[in-house]
């Protein structure tokens, strides 16, 4: 049972790239979530899914796009990076909303 | 104004001290009390659960909400050095509409426990 996993680790980007963050669970959880973390914010949620086929938008949804195609995936996309979006990102997964948030150990993205 | 106030620290306390984390906030709204421990390059993971007003107790650590001062804390006994992390207290509400039962975070303490 591996709980939350997320790739890559790391990753380098020069601005106006693109790529995307892959978030899995295995516990079978309806919700998920991804979050950015930045020194001095906290923990900031960027888009959540209340289920397979579902999105919606947090509190710092802009430059970012999220789909959740199957249950136990849940994917952050960057279209035209920005150095402002150098952060750590993390994904989590909870049975339900206002259930426990399981996180993952995070993607430590720096925007060149 | 941020919803959720935390005092970064750093905070360096020597093993055996208590150590006192606290968090204001300003929505009245919110119900539930959580404090989340990251170590470091981890993700966060959930160390305490309250509801409204009151105390938990956990082993060493214990969780005290004050819903008419807006002012919650977490208490570790007895630190040890593996306690060194960074703590966030995190909140939300029960309310309708868009906010329901997302978390709001505090900007995390940082701990260091020394022998």
């Known amino acids: 049972n591996a709980g939350v996993t997320q790739t890559p680790k790391f990753r380098v980007l020069k601005t106006g790239q693109s790529m995307t963050l892959l978030c899995a669970q295995d516990?079978?959880?309806?919700?998920m979530y991804w979050y950015r973390q930045d020194p001095g914010m906290g923990l900031r949620l960027i888009h959540y899914?209340?289920?397979?086929?579902?999105?919606a938008k947090g509190e710092v949804p802009d430059g970012y796009n999220v789909s959740r195609l199957k249950k136990q995936n849940f994917l952050l996309g960057l279209e035209s990076a920005a150095p402002s979006q150098t952060s750590v990102y993390f994904c989590a997964s909870g049975r339900g909303i206002g259930e426990t948030q399981y996180f993952g150990p995070g993607t430590r993205l720096l925007v060149l | 104004q941020k919803e959720v106030e935390q005092d970064p620290g750093p905070l360096s306390v020597p093993e055996g001290a208590i150590v006192s984390l606290n968090c204001t906030y300003s929505n009245s709204a919110f119900q539930y009390f959580m404090w989340y421990r990251q170590y470091s390059r981890k993700g966060p993971e959930l160390l305490m659960y309250?509801?409204?007003?009151g105390n938990k107790e956990d082993g060493r650590f214990t969780a005290q909400v004050d819903k008419s001062s807006k002012y919650i804390s977490l208490f570790i006994r007895d630190s040890q050095p593996s306690d060194s992390a960074t703590y966030l207290c995190?909140?939300?509400?029960?309310?309708?509409?868009?906010?329901?039962?997302?978390?709001?975070f505090g900007q995390g303490t940082i701990l260091t426990v020394h022998p």
């Open positions: 516990m079978n959880h309806e919700y």
């Open positions: 995190a909140m939300r509400n029960n309310a309708g509409g868009t906010s329901y039962g997302k978390l709001t």
């Open positions: 899914s209340v289920g397979e086929g579902t999105t």
């Open positions: 309250t509801y409204s007003s």
